[in-house]
Nanobody, 126 residues
Framework: QVQVKESGGGLVQPGGSLNLSCTAS????????LAWFRQSPGKEREGVAA???????FAIASVKGRFSVSRDNAKNTVYLHMNNVQPEDTAMYFC????????????????????WGQGTQVTVSS
């Protein structure tokens, strides 16, 4: 079973930066798509950003220009670089892996992701 684990969450002030990391034990990591989702209390889970095996990326409109996603296949790790964070970015952030998604043209739906981490909390507050 694939193990996925996020890290790097915490409390950050508005306008600050935070880098989330996610490692996965999948032997086919290099051929997998990775994505970040988030969920805050009372709201549905939403996709934030994704990166394909070909390094194609997508970020939703509300974070585009502030957040970026990257991967390091040598470390089986995907990153979410968060800049100029705002209170509305407060949420539990989840990392997910998919062996079914190929290149990224839009934010893939969560049903296409097979392995999920437990999440890391990001709180943006002064």
């Amino acid at each position: 079973q694939v193990q996925v684990k996020e890290s790097g969450g915490g409390l950050v002030q508005p306008g600050g930066s935070l880098n989330l990391s996610c490692t996965a034990s999948d032997l086919t990591f290099d051929d997998s798509a990775l994505a970040w989702f988030r969920q805050s209390p009372g709201k549905e889970r939403e996709g934030v950003a994704a990166i394909g095996a070909d390094d194609s990326t997508f970020a939703i409109a509300s974070v585009k220009g502030r957040f970026s996603v990257s991967r390091d296949n040598a470390k089986n790790t995907v990153y979410l670089h968060m800049n100029n964070v705002q209170p509305e970015d407060t949420a539990m952030y989840f990392c997910a892996l998919s062996s079914r998604v190929n290149n990224i043209l839009a934010m893939p739906r969560d049903v296409f992701f097979d392995a999920w981490g437990q999440g890391t909390q990001v709180t943006v507050s002064s």
